[in-house]
């Protein structure tokens, strides 16, 4: 069984950053894909950003520049710091893994942290 925990939300004012983590627990463990996807009040779930086992980072155009994803494999943990923040970035934010075994993919979700920015 594969628990995903996320870490670092929090309230902060705009201009100011946070970095956000996700742990994956379980046993052998190895995350092909992760990702960080965020939803804000009324709005639907939105892809933040992802990056491979190969890490290729991929971003939502309009947070390039301001949010970096990262990994640790041998923690299997990413990271997601966010500078620059503004109240629109208010959303919880939830961490994705793309987990193969057997050479089936599965996807698992974190529960999500809640991120409010104040301007």
């Known amino acids: 069984q594969v628990q995903l925990k996320e870490f670092g939300g929090g309230l902060v004012q705009a201009g100011e950053s946070l970095r956000l983590s996700c742990t994956a627990s379980?046993?052998?463990?190895?995350?092909?894909?992760w990702a960080w996807y965020r939803q804000a009040p009324d709005k639907e779930r939105e892809l933040v950003a992802s990056?491979?086992?190969?890490?290729?980072?991929n971003y939502a155009d309009s947070l390039k520049g301001r949010f970096t994803i990262s990994r640790d494999n041998a923690q299997n943990t990413v990271y997601l710091q966010m500078n620059s923040l503004k109240p629109e970035d208010t959303a919880v934010y939830y961490c994705?893994?793309?987990?193969?075994?057997?050479?089936?993919?599965?996807?698992?979700w974190g529960q999500g942290t809640q991120v409010t920015v104040s301007s």
């Open positions: 379980g046993s052998r463990v190895s995350v092909n894909v």
């Open positions: 990056i491979t086992s190969a890490l290729i980072a």
């Open positions: 994705n893994a793309v987990i193969s075994r057997n050479g089936v993919q599965y996807n698992y």
